[in-house]
């Protein structure tokens, strides 16, 4: 049996980096559990907004976390407000200063996650596996990607696990 290579650690010194960056000397497990709830909030709060990933910095006072989605609009609300009370709510679920930052994916079809939770969404929907597989692989290799794999599996836990994009 071969060895197995964690995708992003493989590829972290050539195009990606690490989704939280911040120092902790004794209190990793409450940090690490932390930036669990506000993955699984921010997830759970916005459904709707094509959230892709989400990436946190902390500094000794201020938490920072941004949101890349491919709909900003949704995340932003009208005239701010949805941001303000997505604050407030981040500000009692860590008990410290939170700066949100969004940051829009010009190309979702690129988005690996997004392209699994679309398709997850899909077939929760009940259309055709094949049709919806098709079509995704359709968009994504029309959007200039290289290839696209799409792993079904029977049990999936998160539906971004679906897609895999090579660029």
Known sequence: ?????????????????????????????????????????????LPNAGISRVDINRTSKVVTVTI???RPGIVIGKGGEEVGRLKEEMNQLTEKDVQINISEVKR??????LVGSNIAHQLIKKISYRRVVNKAIQSTMR????????LSLIHISE???????SY
């Open 1 to 45: 049996m071969g060895q197995k290579t964690h995708p992003v650690g493989f590829r972290l010194a050539v195009n990606k980096n690490w989704r939280s960056n911040w120092y902790a000397d004794k209190s990793f497990s409450g940090k690490l559990e932390e930036d669990v709830r506000i993955r699984k909030y921010i997830k759970h709060r």
């Open 68 to 70: 890349h989605t491919a």
């Open 108 to 113: 979702p079809e690129l988005d690996a996650s």
């Open 143 to 150: 959007m200039g990607a290289q290839g696209i794999r799409i």
């Open 159 to 165: 539906p971004t696990r679906l897609g895999m994009i």
